[in-house]
């Protein structure tokens, strides 16, 4: 009789799942699909193997054996990361609310046997409550953890798209840390762009978070993606002492311009960030060459090709760099090396360089993952969608990568940040 065996059935979305196949015919093809609803579209995979000599199929060991199939390495989870929405401009892999879990059924049929099953995926798991902040000028959403008396804190920045990331900061409640997920642009009370966005609004979110939460140990860190990352390491450079620890996805080492997330009627080279009502130096300004047509005219749109040619001027990124070195606690640095955003990657060897010549070192972690591009946030979702429309230039971009790299990339990064946590935060 044909088995199909899920283990665990139902669990976190980080959490990696054992899928099998048993009583088939030897040396018979099996096919096996899965189906995913995410925010409304439906999103597919498919893989065909062979039965082995016991007539079973063990995902995390066999390669799929046809070319029809969505992805081509031996992966438990591959039906996972290689699912493809049946809307081609659909990007979004979560359900809009937190606590609605991703359901997949997964199909298999062998000769005239058939069976399914589904796996269940949590981001926010048992007990994590959500909370809507709009007060002392501070937007966003906190999570807490069931046992939310004295745990460790973090703050989570979203990148250029806007918003509150808050998927990420459930996980993180999900994990026993207390999350505030915040809004900086795109948001009730703030602009609908990054341009002109105050570094005192975060000092001020991050002294809220620590009078809400009360933190184990006082610890507070930021975790950041993207734009975001840039903006988590240098809130830790100019606040020093508020910030115990950094968490940077895909981030840079350079202070930038507003660039796809600028208010259209000053544009891109305009600055993102200020301090005391004082714009920040950023890599385009006085830049004998940076330009922006390698960008402009490649399609899908590559940002990257555009800030290569802002890193030629090596007094332009001695102005723009951001002064790590400041930074107290201890950071972690995630990148791949195909980011078409930014060149992550180079950034992070500048980061961890200067991170080296802090008069007390402290714990400097950084995982690179080759091929991987720019999207490397969450583990176990599709990492098949590189390209997408910018919700505010409306171009559409690439985040460069392959996808079974990103799909790496993203489970063995948030691994990483799980552990850097326990080490740093107890």
């Known amino acids: 009789m044909l088995n199909l065996v899920v283990t665990p059935v139902d669990a976190g979305i980080d ?33 065909e193997f062979v039965a082995d000599d016991r007539g079973c199929v063990e995902l995390a060991k066999q390669v799929p054996d046809s070319e029809d199939s969505t992805y081509d390495v031996a992966d438990a989870m591959g039906l996972i990361w ?39 995926q949590r981001v926010a798991t048992a007990g994590v409550t959500r909370i809507e902040v709009e007060e002392d000028g501070v937007y966003g959403v906190l999570f807490l953890p069931e046992r939310a008396a004295s745990c460790p804190a973090i703050m989570v920045l979203g990148g250029s798209e806007g918003g509150v990331q808050e998927h990420q900061a459930a996980l993180y409640a999900s994990h026993g840390y207390a999350a505030l997920a915040l809004g900086y642009f795109r948001v009730p009370g703030r602009s609908d762009y990054i341009s002109h966005t105050d570094l005192e609004y975060f000092q001020q979110a991050l002294a809220w978070l620590r009078m809400r939460v009360q933190p184990l140990n006082d610890f507070v860190a930021i975790s950041g993606f993207s734009r975001g990352a840039e903006l988590a390491l240098l809130l830790a450079a100019t606040y020093p002492q508020a910030v115990s620890a950094v968490i ?173 946590l326990r080490t740093v935060s107890r």
């Open 248 to 420: 940077a996805f895909a981030p840079s080492a350079f202070v930038h311009s507003s660039q796809s997330a600028a208010d259209p009627d000053e544009g891109r080279e305009a600055p993102a960030w200020f301090v005391q009502g004082e714009p920040l130096c950023h890599l385009w300004q006085n830049n004998r060459h940076a330009s922006w047509e390698a960008f402009d005219s490649s399609v899908p749109h590559r940002h990257e090709l555009a800030i290569q040619t802002a890193l030629q001027d090596i007094a332009a990124m001695d102005a723009a760099r951001i002064p790590v070195e400041h930074i107290q606690g201890p950071v972690l640095l995630l990148s791949g090396t195909d980011d078409g955003v930014w060149p992550a990657s180079r950034f992070c060897q500048m980061v961890v360089d200067r991170l080296a010549a802090r008069a007390e070192p402290a714990l400097v972690q950084w995982i690179n993952t080759p091929h991987a591009g720019h999207a490397i946030r969450f583990p176990y979702v599709p990492t098949s969608q590189s390209t997408y429309l910018h919700p505010i230039s409306r171009l559409l971009c690439t985040t460069g990568g392959q996808p079974y790299a990103d799909a790496w990339a993203g489970r063995e990064s948030w691994s990483a940040v799980l552990a850097f």
């Open 15 to 47: 959490v990696p799942r054992q899928i099998s196949v048993r009583g088939a015919v030897p040396g018979e093809k099996v096919a096996i699909s899965a189906s995913t609803v995410r925010q409304g579209v439906r999103w597919t995979s498919y893989a």
């Open 82 to 120: 290689s699912q493809l929405p049946q809307v081609d401009t659909a990007r979004e892999v979560f359900n809009q609310s937190v606590f609605d879990p991703l359901v997949t059924t997964i199909g298999v049929r062998s000769g005239v046997n058939d069976v399914s099953t589904t796996l269940i």
